[in-house]
């Protein structure tokens, strides 16, 4: 099988994650956080939905990471979104960081609003 090195170009994709923090590019990022092609910035949670509405002309899609385990997002972060015309994916913050991971490696124009594993 032959493997190839993925290229993020200007992106930063998650190194690895613990319990209360991120990696992303060597750096040690603690708490709830957004990331993206061209940044990052903390993120308040669930009910935040100014944040992510934010990045309406940056991406297409958000993929929501709920911590260690999948849970359903408040109605209203769902309506913000979706109503500033985001896609958003709900899942695991471990899902989400490998799915954001792939897709900005591709160049994909996606976000990762991720709460912290316990």
């Known amino acids: 099988m032959n493997l190839s090195e993925i ?3 200007d992106a930063q994709p998650f190194d690895g994650y613990g319990p209360g923090f991120f990696r992303i590019g060597g750096t040690v ?5 957004i990331l993206h092609p061209t940044g990052r910035a903390p993120w308040g949670g669930f009910g935040d939905a100014a944040a992510l509405t934010a990045l309406a ?5 958000v993929f929501v990471g709920t911590g260690a ?5 408040p109605a209203d972060l769902r309506a913000a979104v979706e109503g500033a015309g985001l896609g958003l994916e709900v899942m695991n913050t471990p899902a989400a960081c490998r799915t954001y991971n792939v897709l900005v490696g591709e160049g994909r124009r996606v976000a990762a609003a991720v ?3 316990a």
């Open 69 to 73: 385990e999948i849970a359903h997002v």
């Open 57 to 61: 002309d940056r991406v297409d899609v």
């Open 115 to 117: 709460l912290p594993v």
């Open 29 to 33: 990022v603690e708490g709830p956080l």
């Open 7 to 9: 290229e993020f170009d």
